[in-house]
């Protein structure tokens, strides 16, 4: 005797989630979701906030001749406001009264073409420890001629260098971080006037 039995294919079985395995199972996504939006917040004023490095850098504009004009009448002598080429901005201009190291002088910065440093300031009263301060204790290693006038060149290893030079009635430093090149532009606009 033989019986026929026919096999029906198995259905899928199909998991039954309770209501409350569902409500724990969406729980995990939601919180995901809360988390990456609340990190999304946080990140966004930082993102916000940063400088965009394409952006140039703005630097304040320094109308040096018209602050060397204010500051004659202090000084008594024509503070240097020397005309220099294209690329040179003057990132400050000031007269120091002299209360931090004993002698009154006019002091005026530029960033060089090269993104250098060259600075000059003048006086009429130098003394010699004034002079080793500004040169910060560079020896004398020579001379260098820009503009006609013959300065005397300050320069250590790691430390800027420096031309002194007599112009007028005053003495001139030039100093920075500067290569020879900008500084001999520098000097020379200094030097200009007195020629």
């Known amino acids: 005797m033989s019986s026929t039995h026919e096999e029906t294919p198995a259905s899928p079985v199909k998991p039954v989630l309770t ?13 995901m979701i809360m988390a990456l939006a609340v990190s999304l917040l946080v990140l966004l004023p930082v993102v916000l ?22 500051a004659k009448g202090v000084a008594g002598f024509s503070p240097a406001a020397p005309e220099l080429p294209a690329g040179y901005t003057a990132n400050y201009a000031r007269w120091e009264g002299g209360a931090s190291d004993g002698v009154a002088h006019w002091d005026v910065g530029w960033v060089t073409p090269q993104q250098q440093f060259v600075s000059i300031v003048q006086t009429a009263s130098a ?31 790691g430390v800027e ?4 030079g007599t ?25 200009a006037p007195a020629r």
């Open 167 to 191: 112009i007028g009635q005053t003495t001139v430093i030039v100093s920075g971080s500067a290569g020879f090149a900008e500084f001999d532009v520098v000097a020379a606009a200094v030097a």
């Open 49 to 70: 906030l940063s400088a965009n490095p394409q952006s140039p850098v703005q630097r304040p504009t320094v109308d040096v001749s018209a602050v060397a004009a204010d």
């Open 127 to 157: 003394n010699p420890t004034w002079i080793a301060q500004q040169v910060k204790q560079a020896p004398k290693t020579g001379t260098r001629t820009a503009g006609g006038v013959e300065w005397t060149l300050y320069d250590k290893p």
């Open 19 to 31: 209501p409350a395995a569902a409500k724990r199972a969406n729980a995990s996504v939601i919180g």
């Open 161 to 164: 260098k420096s031309y002194v």
